[in-house]
């Protein structure tokens, strides 16, 4: 199928649940961005600073761009005029650094924390008590320009199902508790990504609102043979 096509289909299936879509375009030319937006996608997620950048001067500018990969403190400065939503904070010291371009910019800037559920070394994010301490100090209550709205977490890379969907449902439960403890009053708290290309329907079952598709978009998608172990 063509990306319109694969556009359409997602659609049609997140949209009935009121899962947001967030097509990850990395690697890929701005003219296969290009065919997804004019099948009417708007959310676009990038991993990296410089790829990033490239695309958002390239493309219509009112698509929405999320960073999703790891993001040093040196390259905000690059994204705080346009980046719709930073998901993989993972530390106070880039959410102040966040916040401090934020105001240079007259923004508000919307962020996720990125919570480590996966049993691999190589992912980063908070722990969960990490993030409980971040939202408690007075350095977070502090920032006037960043906007927490939600969390989120890459699973384990495992053809284990029972796996990954404990580790999904291990950050549901997590998101609900913070949503209770720290921002019972603030609708705005309300976005939980979790799920990708091979696990996304997992993911979904398990309480997730926004997925993260790249394969399954543009092509060259890798289905996975569940092992229920």
Not at 38 to 58: C, H, S
Not at 152 to 179: H, P, V
Not at 203 to 209: C, H, L, R, V, W
Request: hydrophobic letters at 40%; glycine letters at 6%; a neutral charge.
């Amino acid at each position: 199928m063509s990306i319109a096509d694969n556009i359409k289909s997602l659609k049609k299936e997140t949209g009935e649940i009121n899962v947001a879509l967030l097509a990850v375009s990395k690697t890929k030319p701005a003219a296969d961005l290009q065919q997804a937006y004019d099948a009417g996608q708007r959310l676009f997620g990038e991993n990296t600073v410089q790829e990033l950048v490239e695309k958002q001067e390239q493309l219509p500018k009112d698509i929405e761009w999320h960073l999703i990969g790891h993001l040093q403190t040196n390259k905000v400065k690059y994204i705080a005029p346009f980046i719709s939503m930073i998901q993989s904070v993972d530390s106070i010291k880039l959410l102040q650094e966040i916040n401090k371009h934020a105001a240079k910019n007259n923004r508000v800037i919307d962020c996720l924390l990125q919570i480590y559920i996966a049993d691999e070394e190589t992912k980063f994010g908070l722990g969960f008590d990490e993030a409980i301490e971040l939202l408690r100090s007075e350095e977070y209550a502090a920032l006037k320009n960043v906007r927490i709205r939600g969390l989120m977490g890459i699973a384990t890379n495992t053809d284990a199902e029972k796996q990954i969907k404990e580790e999904y449902y291990e950050l549901k439960t997590f998101f609900d508790g913070i949503k209770v403890s720290f921002f019972r009053k603030q609708e705005s708290f309300d976005t939980l990504s979790m799920g990708m290309s091979a696990d996304y329907k997992v993911a979904i079952e398990q309480g997730s609102n926004m997925v993260r598709l790249g394969s399954t978009i543009f092509g060259g998608r890798v289905v996975k043979h569940w092992k229920n172990n």
